[in-house]
């Protein structure tokens, strides 16, 4: 069995930055996919950053350049580093965590943790 919390969400002001971390515990595979998603108010939930066992990383348009995702300094963490932040980044952000060695959706990931909320002011 797999755990995943998430920690570091708050309210920030736009442009602002903010680092969140998803910290696993239980029996791994060799190969997993560690993906972040968020669920902002009224929509469903979207893929933002994934990172794979081997170091590649994968983000969508929305948010390239301005997230990354990254082994944390803490073992056994994630971390997505969030700048330049719009309001439109607000939501709830959930960790995932899949076996195998390609991101995929949603509907694809094994584990899910409780999520941590971000804000954006304007």
């Known amino acids: 069995q797999v755990q995943l919390v998430e920690s570091g969400g708050d309210l920030v002001q736009a442009g602002g930055s903010l680092k969140l971390s998803c910290a696993a515990s239980g029996v791994f595979h060799e190969n997993y996919v560690i993906g972040w998603f968020r669920r902002a108010p009224g929509k469903e939930r979207e893929g933002i950053a994934c990172?794979?066992?081997?170091?590649?990383?994968f983000y969508p348009d929305s948010v390239k350049g301005r997230f990354t995702v990254s082994p944390g300094s803490v073992k056994n963490t994630v971390d997505l580093q969030m700048t330049n932040l719009e309001p439109e980044d607000k939501g709830m952000y959930f960790c995932s965590a899949a076996w195998g060695d390609i991101c995929v959706g949603v509907g694809g990931m094994h584990y899910w943790g409780k999520g941590t909320q971000v804000t954006v002011s304007s």
């Open positions: 990172i794979i066992t081997d170091g590649r990383t």
